[in-house]
């Protein structure tokens, strides 16, 4: 397979021609019987590898009673290998601080840090090895040329440069893919109007964001007297939050952009975050790079494989990482994987729906299992919907209720209450048909609730608050 080995060795001064529609004609349209024998030997070269030189690994795997050795197939893989989750990196660099006994590489070696926000916990730090950066770097090259962006393009990155990893690796890409690098970044105040001037002026081709910022970028350029459709834009691609593969949500910024819509990103242990990841023949939903980041989408329980045509969360593994390697890392989310051929001509497996949330995320209502997603691809297919809303779910006596509280666009608030009433009777109707419950509906005010550059947080659970309320009154507090 082209430019394929452990640890890899790319050669930055490689280029496809303009014309090809593959980076690596032949690794992303091998036949996936002859992909999976070179994965299952790529396979055994990294359990090897990180059992040798991470403790964390051979302590978990002696645990299991697992060996390198003992891997003759990917069912072996499945069935013997354990997984690994977050809280085991965060006890690891509790453990052994601050990279944890996963570090494959001496500290020394590290040459970029970042890490998790810690907004639930410690943060983990991922420390990044040189030749992992050139390996990101090239993995992300080549998937955004899948989304038909190529040398000379323009391509504007606008998220946070902070200790987040998915602006850093769109940087790293468009870089390695001889673009032109233009790093706007987000989160300063005042930043979207800024952002709406300077693509204005440079008419960028590519544009990376999380979908809620460039939802909110249109609004505001519209308030600034730009159309965003004059922008150029061509290809916008997105990670951070579910959104991009949400119909509603995918429709509105293609139609508000006139660009192609590509959703991407896994987590940000698995740098390159592009592993899962569209391509422009494909239209909606994402590939398995599956000689990236190996995917498994599993049974949340038992983490076996589900077959295709199935739900259950992805559970990843680095082929070409050497600093930090993940393997059979549960991500915790929620998809739906099939094989059917891509129009593309790749063939990888694809998630044709994208990412639907984190299974975390999921709440119970009445005995209905209900994602916050479903939610967001409801209200994004209301005419009047202003763009932002919050999902409130309280307890009164014995019964949940799931309030959702929706902003109208600012010409719909102010043609009264006729509108507002209609407004909120659609809303509550396409909610039960989706979600099988009732949900109470409330129309606010324009811009009641605030933007963000990054993910946006829009579930409030009060539950907890009525169960200790509850619990004092029953001990006579």
Known sequence: MEYWSFPPKYDNSYMPEPSSRYWFPKRETLHPAEREKAILERLKEVTRYAYRN???????????????????????????????????????????????????????????????????????????????????????????????????????????????????????????????????????????????????IMKPSGFYSTPSFALHLAEVARNEGFDPRSFGLRHMFFSGEPGASVPGVRDKIREAYNAQVFDCGSMAEMSPFMNVAGSQESGEGML???????????????????????????????????????????????????????????????????????????????????????????????????????????????????????????EAYKRGDDTIRGMRQEVAQRLQKVLGIRAKVEIVAPDTFPRTDFKARRVIDDREVFRELNTRLAAGD
């Open 54 to 200: 991470a403790a964390f690994y051979r302590r978990k795997w002696d645990e299991a009673g697992f060996h390198p050795d003992h891997l003759k197939s990917l069912d072996d893989f499945e069935e013997k290998v354990p997984v690994i989750t977050k809280k085991d990196l965060r006890d690891a660099q509790s453990r052994v601080p601050p990279f944890g006994d996963y570090l494959c590489v001496q500290p020394e070696e590290v040459h970029h840090i970042h890490g998790t926000s810690g907004t639930t916990g410690r943060p983990t730090a991922f420390g990044i090895g040189r030749n992992d950066w050139d390996a990101i770097s090239n993995a992300h090259a080549r998937i955004m040329w899948a989304m038909g962006m190529r040398p000379g393009d323009t391509i504007m990155v606008a998220a946070i440069f902070s200790l987040y990893m998915g602006s850093w690796g769109a940087l790293a890409g468009a870089e390695r893919l001889r673009a032109k690098a233009f790093p706007f970044g987000a989160g300063a105040q005042g930043m979207s109007a800024r952002a709406a001037l300077w693509l204005d």
């Open 288 to 410: 398995c790079w599956q000689d990236v980041v190996y995917t498994e989408v599993c049974d949340p329980a038992t983490y076996r494989r589900v077959p295709y045509g199935r739900r259950g969360t992805p559970v990843y593994t680095h082929l070409e990482r050497t600093s930090q390697p993940m393997i059979r890392l549960a991500s915790g989310d929620l998809t739906l994987w099939a094989n059917d051929p891509n129009p593309c001509g790749r063939t990888y497996p694809r998630l044709p729906q994208g990412i639907f949330g984190r299974i975390d995320d999921m709440f119970t209502i009445r005995g209905e299992n209900v994602y916050p997603s479903e939610i967001d691809a409801v209200l994004n297919q209301v005419a009047d919907y202003g763009g932002e809303h919050r999902i409130v779910i309280s307890r009164e006596g014995t019964m949940d209720e799931l309030v959702v509280r929706v902003e109208a666009r600012g």
